[in-house]
Structures are given as structure tokens and as C-alpha cells.
């Protein structure tokens, strides 16, 4: 892969990943534009570590937050904050562990089903905006993550493993059927991915490690990757604060007829060619 489709792939994990349009999906449609059949592992380990540290950067303020008070050794906010955080994981943890390898193979250059599910993702969009979630049409806060809604909100996170079901997407849009304060919505469902980004790069890291026996074998593009890298970060970075404002003032529908649009094309691609 070349600097210029590095910065290309960078780009659209950093917009995508935060973004309710599907990173997966768009990667899909990339590997069909570049004609390329083989991911380049390496290269999405270090897109996904752009992303993570985005969202760190992003909410750098709350997540210190959280940890001052894990340590406080009480079960206060930020304890319950980070129980949801982990129930919410463990559907996602597993699929990921025992699905997602059969999901790829069977979504991986397959542009029907790829489509199938980006319009998919703008009808939850599409309703979600439509829901007005309790108590803010009086102004007041609305309601929080709960063990329940952990729980479907972890499920929907489960589901985005298919490439083209956003996981932005289905996770805020999820929360805000189930009645949650939009703002509160979109912080649980970015910070509920950050121990799933790092942990899905981690496996893709020891899987390349037992499959190559040695990095060093592989000879990477360190340049290519380090322009991929900091286009996801930067992209990422603007993309994650852009999507809170977005859903605080419920703008999802606009990516619903974008989700709408890009499936429409790749069927209608299917079908003329």
C-alpha cells in the first residue's frame, strides 16, 4: 500500500469509526476501489490505535475523571460508570472472539450483504432521531445507563462486528430508542469501545505475531503507516467531537440518507455490472 491510499484508509477509519456510517463497511468498499483483496494487517492494528488515542484525547478530562474515582474505593459515579462500561463489552467481546472471524469471511468483498447492512444502520439513525428521549423536551436531564440498557446497548455494539451495521450508529442510536440523554448517549457508547479497540488490536497483534513468527519478517511501509496514522488520529479527533454535537442536536438523519445513499449505489452497482 502506498502513502496516498494509506492516507486514504487513515481518513476513513478516523471519520467512520466515530461517525455512524460504518468504518468496516467503508473499508469494504476501499478494498473494492483499490482492487484489494488481502488487508494489510499491520496497517489496521495502527488504525486502530490512531482511533483509541482520539478518543483518549477527546475525553481525556472524563476519563481521568473515572479514574480518580475507581480509586476513591467506593461506589460512587464513576464506579457504576465503569460497571455499565464493562457489562456493555461483553457481548461485543465475545462475538468478537468467536464470530467475528466466520462475519468477515462471509462479509469480506461481498458488496450485497456489505449494502444490505449500511441501510440497515440508517434505519436505526433514522429512528432514533425521531425518538425524543425522556424529560428533554422539559429541559431536563433524561435518563442514564442503567444495567438493562448496558446490557441491549452491548448487544447492538455485538451486532456492529458485520461489516456496514455502524457501531456508533447502532450503539447511540440504541440508547436513544431506550429513552437516554442524547449527550450521555454518545459519551458511554465512544468511551464503551475504547477496551474494545485496544483489545481487538492487541488480537490482531498476537494473531500476526503466531502466523509470522516475527515482525521484523513482514518489512512494513513505516512511512505509509505513519501518514495512515496520524489521518486517523486528526480525522478521528474532528470527527468524534463533531458526532456529540450532532446527536445532542439531532442531526443522525443526515448519515441515515448517507447509509441509504452508499447502499443504494454498491446495489445498484451490483446489479449493472
Known amino acids: 500500500m502506498n502513502w496516498l491510499e494509506a492516507f486514504f484508509v487513515g481518513l476513513i477509519q478516523g471519520l467512520t469509526e466515530f461517525l455512524p456510517v460504518s468504518s468496516s463497511g467503508h473499508i469494504e468498499l476501499s478494498k473494492i476501489i483499490f482492487d484489494s483483496k488481502e488487508e494489510d494487517i499491520l496497517l489496521t492494528i495502527f488504525l486502530h490505535l490512531a482511533t483509541a488515542l482520539s478518543t483518549i484525547f477527546v475525553f481525556r478530562k472524563d476519563i481521568a475523571q473515572i479514574i480518580r474515582g475507581l480509586f476513591l474505593f467506593k461506589w460512587n459515579a464513576e464506579t457504576k460508570f465503569t460497571a455499565f462500561i464493562v457489562i456493555s463489552m461483553i457481548p461485543a467481546a465475545l462475538a468478537g472472539l468467536f464470530l467475528e472471524d466466520e462475519l468477515n469471511g462471509l462479509f469480506n468483498g461481498n458488496l450485497l450483504l456489505v449494502s444490505i447492512a449500511l441501510i440497515a444502520t440508517g434505519a436505526v439513525l433514522f429512528i432514533s432521531d425521531r425518538k425524543k428521549t425522556n424529560g428533554e423536551s422539559e429541559g431536563s436531564a433524561g435518563k442514564v445507563v442503567g444495567t438493562f440498557s448496558a446490557i441491549i446497548i452491548g448487544l447492538a455494539q455485538a451486532i456492529a462486528i458485520i461489516p456496514g ?57 513505516w512511512g505509509a503507516y505513519s501518514v495512515g496514522f496520524v489521518a486517523a488520529f486528526i480525522s478521528g479527533i474532528f470527527a468524534c467531537k463533531w458526532m456529540i454535537a450532532l446527536v445532542k442536536r439531532s442531526r443522525l438523519t443526515w448519515f441515515a440518507f448517507y447509509c441509504w445513499a452508499i447502499g443504494g449505489i454498491g446495489l445498484l452497482y451490483l446489479f449493472f455490472s
Open 165 to 221: 451495521v455502524s457501531r456508533s450508529g447502532s450503539t447511540i442510536g440504541t440508547a436513544v430508542i431506550l429513552g437516554i440523554n442524547r449527550e450521555r448517549a454518545a459519551r458511554f457508547s465512544f468511551l464503551m469501545v475504547l477496551p474494545l479497540i485496544l483489545g481487538a488490536a492487541a488480537k490482531k497483534f498476537l494473531d500476526l505475531y503466531e502466523g509470522n513468527g516475527a515482525i521484523g519478517g513482514l518489512n512494513p511501509d
